[in-house]
């Protein structure tokens, strides 16, 4: 893989929090890269930059890993979303933008073209978090499904569904169906990929062997472990961190 350069992460300001997890920037080095995305149970709004054009998308929650060409020189800027923490900023139910790149065209119009033109002049991460910032509305109240979600984020998808689901009052019926709805995924597969999510951010801990991995991130034991990494990566835990 070729190399990738200078990957950082900006925090939002206190009254986007709620809905936003970061800012993240990324430029590609001078030869170009092939960068695997795996599922992380969140939405991006995606710019772009290339040859001297800019592009504006949404990146809608993921069930598979995805390969993605990216030129020399590049340079990307995203607003990630906290899980089910999009639709009112976007506008559009979650499972709408499952597994879907949508140009934010698509789903603001004109707010969509006037803020294009506004980044066209603004390259720096900085700049371009200060637009965002400065855009965004700062979510309303979470609702009980949202609430549920952002346990089951904290807890790193370590938790019974069922109990979520009464927490907010639901049956587990209607907890799958909204949080479909707001997250674009059910709620058991998005706790699988919490949990994936959590492995593989703790991957490098565990070089040798990965079975004391299974059990800090909540798996059964090994084998379970290799193969949600092979669902979710493409790759065994020794493959990712090579990948890396």
């Known amino acids: 893989m070729a190399e990738m ?8 300001p206190a009254r986007l929090a709620q809905a936003i997890e970061c800012f993240w920037s990324m430029q590609v080095g001078g030869t170009g890269t092939t960068h695997r995305v795996t599922p992380d149970g969140c939405a991006d709004i995606l710019v772009r930059r290339s ?7 949404v990146v809608g929650p993921m069930t598979r ?5 990216l030129p020399p020189g590049q340079a990307l800027f995203g607003v990630r979303f906290h899980p089910g923490m999009w639709t009112g900023c976007l506008g559009v139910p979650g499972d709408r933008l499952t597994d879907e ?4 065209d698509d789903l603001w119009g004109r707010r969509a073209r006037d803020l294009l033109d506004q980044l066209a002049g603004e390259s720096s991460p900085l700049q371009c978090a ?3 910032a400065a855009l965004l509305a700062p979510p309303s ?4 499904v949202q609430k549920a979600l952002a346990s089951m984020a904290r807890l790193r998808g370590c938790v019974s569904v ?3 689901a ?11 169906r909204l949080c479909l709805e707001q997250a674009g995924l059910t709620p058991k597969f998005l706790a699988q990929v919490l949990r994936f999510r959590h492995a593989q951010s703790r991957a490098g801990a565990h070089p040798g062997g990965f079975a004391g991995l299974a059990l800090d991130c909540g798996y059964y034991d090994q084998a379970h472990l290799i193969n949600e990494f092979r669902r979710f990566s493409g790759r065994t835990p020794a493959g990712f961190l090579v990948a890396l």
């Open 65 to 69: 890993y995805v390969d993605h060409r």
């Open 166 to 176: 009464g927490q907010a009052g639901l049956s587990a019926r209607q907890f799958r």
């Open 130 to 132: 200060s637009r965002f």
């Open 101 to 104: 790149l949508v140009p934010l």
């Open 141 to 144: 109240a979470a609702n009980p």
């Open 51 to 57: 040859g001297g054009g800019v592009s504006i998308d």
């Open 5 to 12: 350069e200078d990957y950082c992460e900006i925090a939002p």
């Open 162 to 164: 069922d109990q979520l």
